[in-house]
């Protein structure tokens, strides 16, 4: 158990020998609450506002999610032996601008759910959606200009600097992988795959909490290095076990979950999957992957397409005409099928790429759990430094 | 002509008696060399990040344009006594800000053509020009960060905040205007609209730029708050005066020019057209103003649609079933026709609104110029300071 200092908003980190994910789940709850608090404070308050931007980005930032990074931010902070209060600006912050990156995302994408409930786009549509990510954006800044009252000028500018590059290198990895997808790129090796995640993952969910926490913390360079080193790995192991469980998911809950597949979304597995391929299945793949995404327009249009089919299918006068002024809505249409992406799935089945990714990221968590015990001159035991461990933990074990 | 002082970029602005539009053109031209070259710099030169981001980046910061936002940044700080290497980066900040609106905006507008070229989503997909405007987000924070080195810490922070606010401004009067195109909401009135003008292009356009360029050039409150107030009417006088070119413009170059009515923006004009029109009249306009905007897509269910209604008409037979068959495609495309914009600008002609519109630009125009002419006992007359007066000029006079 923490006992928060006086002053402090108060953490209570249960605290129990054995790691579990159970426990990894309870000391996020328990870094949730205050950080929840300190977000909802950086949204202005202006009564007119809120009605058409403000309550609907407040609503999307307070669903029921992990908040990983801005727990990583202030474990570290506090593991180094930095104060809450010094720190909780910044790592609300850091779970503003994911929130940022999450709404564009799912307009990019096409995601339609997101943390259970309808993406954004989908409530108040796509320009909506867009601005509200932008003002998230502009909103995280005013924060971090005050860090210059709150922890001293050096190291507000300095956590600014951090932040602002892993929002470049977050979208640098984005327009690498939509890319990917726009051209159809079939051979994606797996040191490309890891630029990617390093960039788009690793550098604002991991590295930029770690080191803005170590930095507020008044951390030693060295310090710094090994924990950056840390989290750049526990970064990339996470990303890798996240698409393995979009891919896993499917199992449970049907093929119509297999979001990444829909998406042709380039990752380890898919990448691996193909490489085992004979060349005729690479073949069909790379066509399955150069189509769109189904939107939900489409199936207004597949559904007339099919019943005019199936007119022109018994009136042979008018046959000819039908299918004349079908083909430009067919051509519209040629979007992923359902057997499309469970022919992709069966690729990924039978090449085991799933196992193939699995024991890439159990190589990355390994090179985290070195670089974390690099650490160990500066991180006494606590919770806190618990926590860190166990996030390790997490990205190794967590099935959901 | 103006002698640029020995070490600082060169900006020819040729001085002439009587304002001209040519010669706001000309002043335009001259600061524009100097600021694209900054921009360029701002780019990071990755060559594997230029293919994917920063090449169509660059390409659409680059196209041809007015670069008023950053001449006002360059000619304020000037006609104050400051230097332009003091300025340029956060000139160049102020046009890469409004890059990165204009591309979103596009893809939230629908809009397909931007400075006479295609829009960046045109070119690389809305998921691409979504990321791209965030990169460009991004990258205006570095240059303003540096700026501590530049032109010290009090006036770069103090910079910072301004166009913080400023973009949280922009994002607050966009998402007004959103609400208002996707509640279809008729009754508007002339002080809404300038809330929103004053929010979505006065404060990034105007105010930020001025009081930037005010602050690195050291002026004192008294001439920054004047200059202020000079920056905000200005900016509503120009967009009042955008809204009546994007419509005079349909007069020019066809219907399908009328951006505006087709997106069903809330302009001044509008809202003075509704309050003019019979009840039978502003119904029908309601009506109009609640469809969406016909999207690319929609052409071709357009097409067969009608192909196949022809067959229906043709055959008895199979009359129903292809009658039933469309019902939700005909659903999908209910959005605005041509006839249906014709009929907005009818309204508009009949009820003189642009001409309307033009006389409160005038007052706006004129408060500008009074706000200006407080800043007299500490703006010296120059080129520069000429260029801030003839800029009030080039709002009410300007024809594209």
Same mark, same amino acid.
């Given at each position: 158990?923490?006992?928060?200092?006086?002053?402090?908003?108060?953490?209570?980190?249960?605290?129990?020998?054995?790691?579990?994910?159970?426990?990894?789940?309870?000391?996020?709850?328990?870094?949730?609450?205050?950080?929840?608090?300190?977000?909802?404070?950086?949204?202005?308050?202006?009564?007119?506002?809120?009605?058409?931007?403000?309550?609907?980005?407040?609503?999307?930032?307070?669903?029921?999610?992990?908040?990983?990074?801005?727990?990583?931010?202030?474990?570290?902070?506090?593991?180094?032996?930095?104060?809450?209060?010094?720190?909780?600006?910044?790592?609300?912050?850091?779970?503003?601008?994911?929130?940022?990156?999450?709404?564009?995302?799912?307009?990019?994408?096409?995601?339609?759910?997101?943390?259970?409930?309808? +993406?954004?786009? #989908? $409530?108040?549509?796509? =320009?909506? !959606?867009?601005?509200?990510?932008?003002?998230?954006? *502009? %909103?995280? &800044?005013?924060?971090?200009?005050?860090?210059?009252?709150?922890?001293?000028?050096?190291? +507000?500018?300095? #956590? $600014?600097?951090?932040? =602002?590059? !892993?929002?470049?290198?977050?979208?640098?990895?984005? *327009? %690498?992988? &939509?890319?990917?997808?726009?051209?159809?790129?079939?051979?994606?090796?797996?040191?490309?795959?890891?630029? #990617?995640?390093?960039?788009?993952?690793?550098?604002?969910?991991?590295?930029?909490?770690?080191?803005?926490?170590?930095?507020?913390?008044?951390?030693?360079?060295?310090?710094?290095?090994?924990?950056?080193?840390?989290?750049?790995?526990?970064?990339?192991?996470?990303?890798?076990?996240?698409?393995?469980?979009?891919?896993?998911?499917?199992?449970?809950?049907?093929?119509?979950?297999?979001?990444?597949?829909?998406?042709?979304?380039?990752?380890?597995?898919?990448?691996?999957?193909?490489?085992?391929?004979?060349?005729?299945?690479?073949?069909?793949?790379?066509?399955?992957?150069?189509?769109?995404?189904?939107?939900?327009?489409?199936?207004?249009?597949?559904?007339?397409?099919?019943?005019?089919?199936?007119?022109?299918?018994?009136?042979?006068?008018?046959?000819?005409?039908?299918?004349?002024?079908?083909?430009?809505?067919?051509?519209?249409?040629?979007?992923?099928?359902?057997?499309?992406?469970?022919?992709?799935?069966?690729?990924?089945?039978?090449?085991?790429?799933?196992?193939?990714?699995?024991?890439?990221?159990?190589?990355?968590?390994?090179?985290?759990?070195?670089?974390?015990?690099?650490?160990?001159?500066?991180?006494?035991?606590?919770?806190?430094?618990?926590?860190?461990?166990?996030?390790?933990?997490?990205?190794?074990?967590?099935?959901?």
């Amino acid at each position: 158990m923490l006992n928060a200092s006086e002053g402090e908003a108060r953490v209570d980190v249960t605290w129990r020998p054995a790691p579990s994910l159970e426990r990894i789940e309870d000391a996020l709850a328990s870094y949730r609450g205050p950080i929840m608090e300190e977000l909802g404070r950086l949204l202005p308050a202006d009564a007119r506002m809120r009605a058409v931007l403000y309550d609907p980005i407040r609503e999307h930032a307070l669903r029921p999610g992990k908040g990983l990074r801005p727990a990583i931010c202030l474990a570290t902070c506090r593991a180094l032996g930095g104060g809450i209060e010094a720190c909780l600006p910044t790592a609300a912050v850091l779970e503003m601008l994911h929130n940022a990156f999450l709404i564009h995302d799912d307009v990019e994408d096409g995601s339609l759910v997101r943390r259970d409930q309808p +993406a954004m786009h #989908v $409530l108040y549509g796509a =320009a909506a !959606a867009i601005n509200a990510g932008d003002a998230m954006l *502009a %909103l995280a &800044l005013r924060p971090l200009l005050d860090n210059t009252a709150l922890i001293g000028l050096g190291k +507000a500018l300095r #956590v $600014l600097e951090t932040i =602002a590059d !892993a929002v470049r290198h977050t979208v640098e990895g984005q *327009a %690498l992988e &939509l890319d990917w997808i726009r051209h159809g790129a079939a051979a994606i090796d797996d040191r490309d795959y890891l630029t #990617v995640v390093e960039k788009k993952t690793a550098s604002y969910s991991f590295v930029a909490p770690t080191v803005s926490g170590a930095i507020i913390a008044g951390a030693p360079e060295a310090c710094i290095a090994h924990l950056s080193r840390f989290a750049q790995s526990v970064g990339v192991a996470f990303q890798i076990r996240d698409d393995v469980l979009n891919l896993r998911a499917g199992e449970r809950w049907g093929k119509e979950r297999l979001d990444d597949l829909w998406e042709g979304k380039r990752t380890l597995v898919l990448a691996h999957a193909l490489r085992q391929a004979s060349f005729a299945e690479r073949s069909r793949a790379e066509r399955i992957l150069r189509k769109p995404r189904p939107t939900v327009n489409d199936d207004a249009v597949v559904g007339s397409v099919d019943a005019l089919e199936r007119i022109a299918a018994a009136e042979p006068r008018v046959r000819d005409a039908i299918e004349a002024a079908l083909a430009p809505l067919r051509k519209q249409v040629d979007a992923k099928r359902p057997d499309d992406v469970a022919f992709l799935r069966e690729l990924i089945d039978r090449a085991g790429s799933l196992d193939h990714a699995d024991s890439i990221a159990e190589v990355q968590a390994d090179r985290a759990l070195a670089a974390l015990s690099d650490c160990a001159p500066w991180i006494p035991a606590s919770p806190h430094a618990s926590f860190l461990h166990d996030i390790i933990e997490f990205v190794r074990r967590r099935d959901h």
